[in-house]
């Protein structure tokens, strides 16, 4: 079955900074890679998603890039902020499966 | 509305209690999934209903007891749990399959005494 890593782990960034969460996969036939921001005692909440035929996504500070061929995708933060500090898990899933596979997450923490 | 909600927020029960956790989405979605999250870790897939029909139940003891009344609910019945089950319960949603985006409810923390 699919199985998705996720790091860093931990992320600490100065205000301002970029930070990048980079995730593996192992199935070829994945398809869908959404990420999810998920603050503390909060739901998971889509921040941005990709799909396979489609190499990079950007949304305002937020972009996503996917290499099919390596199998990784990376999630990019440009000019982050205090309230970029959470947890961030990367999945992957195929049309053919109802299970969305996650990564083990990151924590970023945005120091002011 | 883009909105699914969950009823309680927080449970307490005993190890001998049956309660049962609540779901709730107006979007249309015709997929409903129960997810188990502990802490600083990722949710974890439970059960996938598809248009009201358990499809994937990930081989979850028999303690926990998925029922989808109708395309808009989702339950989740619960029975003679162990401390190690205390976590946030998740529900989700999407359109009929996930590579359609999953919108999480706000989660159940329930503690096993």
């Known amino acids: 079955g699919e199985n998705v890593e996720q790091h860093p782990s931990t992320l600490s960034v100065q205000e301002g900074d970029s930070a990048v969460i980079k995730c593996t996969y192992s199935?070829?036939?994945?398809?869908?890679f959404p990420w999810y921001k998920q603050e503390l005692g909060k739901r998971p909440q889509l921040i941005i998603d990709?799909?396979?035929?489609?190499g990079e996504k950007k949304d305002q500070r937020i972009a996503v890039t996917l290499n099919k061929t390596a199998k990784h995708f990376s999630l990019h933060i440009t000019e982050t902020q205090p309230e970029d500090s959470a947890v961030y898990f990367c999945a992957a899933t195929a049309d053919s499966s109802y299970k969305l596979i996650f990564g083990s997450g990151t924590r970023l923490l945005v120091r002011p | 509305d883009t909105e699914v909600t969950q009823t309680p927020k927080h449970l307490v029960m005993g190890m001998t209690n049956k309660k049962s956790l609540k779901c709730e989405q107006h979007m249309g979605h015709r997929a409903m999934y129960w997810y188990k999250q502990k802490a600083k870790k990722p949710p974890e897939l439970m059960f996938v209903y598809s248009y009201e029909k358990l499809s994937i139940n990930e081989s979850v003891p028999s303690r926990f007891s998925p029922e989808c009344p109708n395309s808009s609910l989702l339950n989740l019945h619960l029975h003679a749990l162990q401390p190690e089950d205390s976590a946030l319960y998740l529900c989700?949603?999407?359109?009929?399959?996930?590579?359609?985006?999953?919108?999480f409810g706000p989660g159940t923390r329930l503690t096993v005494t």
């Open positions: 989700a949603s999407s359109q009929d399959n996930p590579t359609n985006e999953q919108y």
């Open positions: 199935d070829s036939a994945s398809n869908y």
């Open positions: 990709i799909r396979s035929n489609v």
